[in-house]
Structures are given as structure tokens and as C-alpha cells.
């Protein structure tokens, strides 16, 4: 029998998920194409994979709603988080059938901060981050 996700659960995906959208497009419009989102590997999920400029970018993307408790976006990318992320980029570099070639490696993290109806409050991008 399949369950719905509980309320609190989906509204925590749909919000993430528009941050990753945001994210993304932003990205884009720096020139960077976007090769995959949500990039399962054996150890986890990557949030978004970019290339462009000679550069392969592995992005972790943090949301929050404006006025909300959670603090600022980017407090949230610990040390954990960071030795996580660069695990799930050093796999999925060894599995990807298709990968880009690239010069460079690079780990960005972006912050992203939404409204109620998830309108763009403000997007800080951190080229670089660890």
C-alpha cells in the first residue's frame, strides 16, 4: 500500500525543490548548463551539477522562507555537509557514463531565500564555497 508523504514532509520537498529551480536558473544565466539536478549516487544526492567554463560545479543549494525560524540559508553547509558533498562528487565523477571533460572542479553552495508564494526574496551564490 503507498502512503501519502506527510504535509510537513512535502512542503519541505516542494520548498527545496524551488530553490533548486531558482538555483538553477541562476546558474544559467551565468552561462553555466545545467547537467543534472538531483544526482543520486550510492552515497546520497547531489543538489545540482553545472559545467561550463571549463568547469565542472557541484552546487549545494539551501531554502528558506523569509521570516522563518530556520536562520540564514548558508548557516546550514557544516563540516559534515561539505565532506559529504565533495564524497558524492568524487562518485559520481567514477560512475557517470557521461560526464563533461573539464579543466577545473568547483564547489559552489547557494543560498536561496523565498516568500510565501515562493517569489525570490534573495539568492546568494558562494563560487568556491569548500
Known amino acids: ?3 501519502e508523504p506527510r504535509p510537513a514532509v512535502a ?3 516542494a520548498l527545496a525543490l524551488r530553490g533548486e529551480t ?3 536558473e541562476h546558474l544559467e544565466r551565468c552561462g553555466f548548463r545545467i547537467v543534472e539536478r538531483n544526482a543520486r549516487t550510492r552515497f546520497g544526492e547531489i543538489d545540482v551539477i553545472a559545467h561550463g567554463h ?3 560545479v557541484f552546487v549545494e543549494v539551501k531554502t528558506r522562507r523569509a521570516g522563518g525560524s530556520a536562520g540564514e540559508p548558508l548557516e546550514a553547509i557544516d563540516h559534515r555537509k561539505v565532506r559529504q558533498v565533495r564524497k558524492l562528487a568524487a562518485s ?4 557517470a557514463p557521461n560526464r563533461p ?3 577545473d572542479i568547483r564547489f ?3 543560498g536561496v531565500t523565498v516568500d510565501g508564494r515562493g517569489g525570490l526574496v534573495s539568492l546568494d551564490h ?5
Do not use: N, P, V, Y
Not at 92 to 95: F, I, K, T, V, Y
Not at 126 to 130: I, N, S, T, V
Open 11 to 13: 512542503a519541505r520537498s
Open 1 to 3: 500500500m503507498k502512503t
Open 108 to 110: 559552489d553552495a547557494i
Open 101 to 103: 571533460s573539464a579543466g
Open 126 to 130: 558562494l563560487e568556491g564555497a569548500f
Open 92 to 95: 559520481w565523477l567514477a560512475e
Open 22 to 24: 531558482l538555483a538553477s
Open 54 to 56: 571549463d568547469t565542472i
